[in-house]
């Protein structure tokens, strides 16, 4: 809650405090915007990896990797089969690399196709190595060594290390603007954390089929049925279960699309066990598991389907992540595979106006109240003073 500081927005007018600047709030309408969803839509589709912070890579990841904070590699391959090239996407708006770094980068990697974007530096033992299908754009030093790339565009003075960089690419001293053309810090996190509250909350409106807990010779596959509601056109299917049930299944089979458009699975609360294997079905990228309340997530085996954590600290130690995944941080064992969600299925998901405006808070609004009838008595004193010196002078 706003409380405005009488230091700021208080003046002393004979004796009479007047609030004169209220405190005002911005106020949003709740829910996700049609924007927010277009984009985190986009991201869902083209990035393999997205962390807010850091992300230490042990293994092969197949697509594009956005990491908000440090980038923590041991030379494995990026880009194996999921990423040919830079991506543009009109709710991107941006073309954007294999690898993007808003942060550092360590150790290095070797990426096999598409450019590496770097806000910070390359420190010192790094090897970013290119295999000629890609450049580095780097605003900070190049402390480690670049190989083989295409060119080096960066904003230091010196390009630092190289090996085997084609002649007359490296270009230095450019305005960091320029190397690092987005946004200065990963401008991906509020549409994903929006998008992930937005669909546990369309859960519990919807008619959201249950995951419970683990009964022996139970069923341990579940197959999707079309959610209630108006989705333009779209069918999806809605699940929810709790982390302490999800983690407490054996020879999990995961979630059986039916021909829908997506299913979303809404995974509330958090568990001290890790997750189990999950065996898999063909429909899986169309398959979001949204994590919504956990600070910690841990995979015990392989999962699939797109992994949307956003306020997680995600680990996978051996086995392998296929779809997307989204979190506070990643420290990866097994590889991570490209698995996109189709560009456009989320586009039936119910949107909100995001348009923002001053609005005072309730106790502002008193404030200005108070504000507003010492400003009147201060006039009708200085009016009556006002006649009293007409009645004294004439």
């Known amino acids: 809650m706003l409380v405005p500081s009488l230091s700021r927005s208080a003046v002393l007018l004979g004796g009479v405090v ?19 969803l277009s984009l985190a839509d986009a991201v869902l589709s083209d990035f393999n990896v997205v962390t807010f912070g850091d992300y230490h890579a042990n293994n092969e990841t197949e697509g594009r990797v956005a990491v908000g904070g ?17 991506t543009t996407d009109t709710a991107l708006g941006a073309t954007y690399g294999a690898l993007n770094v808003w942060g550092n980068v360590s150790g290095g990697a070797t990426l096999l196709s598409g450019d590496a974007f770097i806000q910070g530096t390359n420190a010192s033992g790094s090897n970013l190595s290119l295999q000629h299908n890609g450049g580095v754009n780097i605003v900070g030093q190049n402390s480690g060594q670049i190989s083989n790339p295409t060119f080096i565009n960066t904003a230091a003075s010196s390009a630092g290390t190289t090996q085997n960089a084609a002649a007359g690419t490296i270009k230095t ?10 946004s200065a810090t990963l401008p991906f996190q509020a549409a994903l954390t929006d ?28 197959t999707a049925t079309p959610a209630s509601g108006n989705f333009g056109g779209k069918t999806y299917g809605l699940f929810t279960t709790t982390m302490s049930d999800l983690a407490g299944y054996q020879n999990f089979a995961g979630i059986n699309t039916n021909g829908l458009d997506a299913v979303i699975v809404v995974v509330t609360g958090s568990a001290s066990t890790a997750l189990p294997n999950l065996n898999t079905f063909a429909g899986d990228a169309s398959v979001i598991w949204d994590f919504v309340d ?10 699939a389907g797109q992994i949307l954590a956003p306020d997680a600290v995600i680990s996978n130690p051996s086995g392998d992540l296929t779809g997307a995944v989204i979190g506070e941080s990643l420290d990866q064992g097994g590889e991570v595979h490209n698995l996109a969600l189709p ?18 808070e309730p106790p502002a609004l008193a404030l200005l ?11 009708r004193r200085a009016r009556e003073r006002i006649a009293r010196r007409k009645r004294f002078f004439f």
């Open 294 to 303: 956990t600070t910690t997530l841990n995979f015990a085996g392989g999962w």
């Open 369 to 379: 109240a108070t504000g507003a009838l010492a400003l009147a008595a201060l006039r």
């Open 70 to 86: 440090n980038f923590l590699g041991t030379g494995h391959n990026i880009c194996f089969n999921g990423c040919s090239g830079d």
């Open 18 to 36: 007047f609030l004169g600047t209220a405190a005002m709030s911005p106020a949003r309408a709740g829910g996700l915007s049609a924007a927010e």
């Open 343 to 360: 560009i456009g299925d989320l586009s039936g998901i119910p949107t909100t106006s995001t348009t923002t405006a001053d609005v005072p």
């Open 173 to 182: 001293g450019l305005p960091a603007n320029a190397v690092f053309p987005f």
């Open 195 to 222: 998008l992930s509250t937005s669909l546990a909350s369309l859960a519990t409106t919807s008619g959201a089929q249950t995951i419970g807990p683990y009964v022996q010779n139970g069923p341990t596959s579940f």
